[in-house]
């Protein structure tokens, strides 16, 4: 696999900024009580963020590295205004639903992660694809969550109405409680498929030095202690016979 693919790939799916990650909660907890702002407020970052890592990509040798941080900041304000101004010219309607998150972006901190990781260090090339991937990666998890809310919560997905007339919607989940709830499920769902893809692929990993709770290992993929414990003791088995 190509580094250009790899970018998106890390972005969508091995390292989601929304589901693996879990950073750009603040907008992803507020703006996704419909499907429609989540993938406007996911569209609208991932433009910047290939915009935003380009240009920090470009200039990485320019700009001096006590200022870097400043100087990111300027240049992800001056594309947000941009955007911003675009939104409210041409679509006034999504510009009133994401309201003070459109500014906010400014400091969104998956876009300083990029531009501070990734973009300040590679090719102008690479980083538009890295900014491509994790803004995708995000417009999935902001949609996935809006789609949840809004057919739970309303009946619909995108304004259409899915649920029968008869269906009872679940309020709490358009209310904010609910982001929070449904992001809970989404993870857990996440966490228990790729579990299961570690167990199935036989991954071979080392007993955890940590005694007991295995949810502060870095290792999210290696099925827990308790399975590496068997998988070693099955393995010593086979060697012996």
Known sequence: ???????????????????????????????????????????????????????????????????????????????????????????????????????????????????????????????????????LGFTVGLTAIGIFRELFGNGTVFGFRCMPQSYEPLTILILAPGAFFVLACLVAIQNKVRLENAKKAGMAVSICEKEGDCSNCANTLCGGKAFTEERIKKEKEEAQQ
């Open 1 to 135: 696999m190509n580094k250009t693919m790899e970018r998106l790939k890390c972005g969508i799916v091995t390292e989601n900024p929304t589901f693996v990650q879990m950073l750009g909660m603040c907008p992803t907890m507020a703006v996704t009580t419909s499907a429609i702002n989540g993938i406007g407020m996911g569209l609208t970052t991932t433009v910047i963020l290939i915009l935003s890592n380009m240009m920090i990509s470009a200039l990485r040798k320019v700009i001096p590295d006590k200022v870097r941080i400043p100087a990111y900041i300027v240049i992800v304000a001056s594309f947000v205004t941009i955007v911003q101004f675009l939104l409210q010219g041409f679509v006034p309607s999504l510009y009133a639903s994401l309201g003070i998150y459109i500014p906010l972006i400014v400091v969104n901190c998956i876009i300083l992660g990029r531009a501070e990781s990734y973009a300040s260090k590679n090719s102008v090339w690479l980083s538009m694809f890295d900014g491509i991937g994790m803004g």
